[in-house]
Nanobody
């Protein structure tokens, strides 16, 4: 059974950094794409970044140049390094996994949330002075 556990969230001042982790179990990461999405209060969940099985990476325009996604297959973990954080980055961050070609195209190619993505429970990031 695919399971994802996010960690690394917290309170940080504007301009600060955080590294989120997504620990995966129940599947081999070589065959899955992992995406980071976020949901701010009162807003829909939106795609932030994604990494596919071939290390292809996608970023939302709002985080390009500030966030970096990476994966360590030996640890079954995907990371999201977030630098130059802004108050607008405040949200619950979720990682999701998917392996079928249509799903990967949606999640990684378009940063689109679809029903077949398996989600973790999220970690909260608050950017505030």
């Amino acid at each position: 059974q695919v399971q994802l556990v996010e960690s690394g969230g917290g309170l940080v001042q504007p301009g600060g950094s955080l590294r989120l982790s997504c620990a995966a179990s129940g599947f081999h990461p070589d065959y899955y794409a992992i995406g980071w999405f976020r949901q701010a209060p009162g807003k829909e969940r939106e795609g932030v970044s994604c990494i596919n099985a071939y290390d292809g990476k996608t970023y939302a325009d709002s985080v390009k140049g500030r966030f970096s996604i990476s994966r360590d297959n030996a640890k079954n973990t995907v990371y999201l390094q977030m630098n130059s954080l802004e108050p607008e980055d405040t949200a619950v961050y979720y990682c999701g996994a998917i392996h079928d070609a249509i799903g990967v195209n949606a999640m990684c190619g378009q940063l689109r949330d679809i029903d077949t993505i398996v989600w973790g429970k999220g970690t909260t990031v608050t950017v505030s002075s």
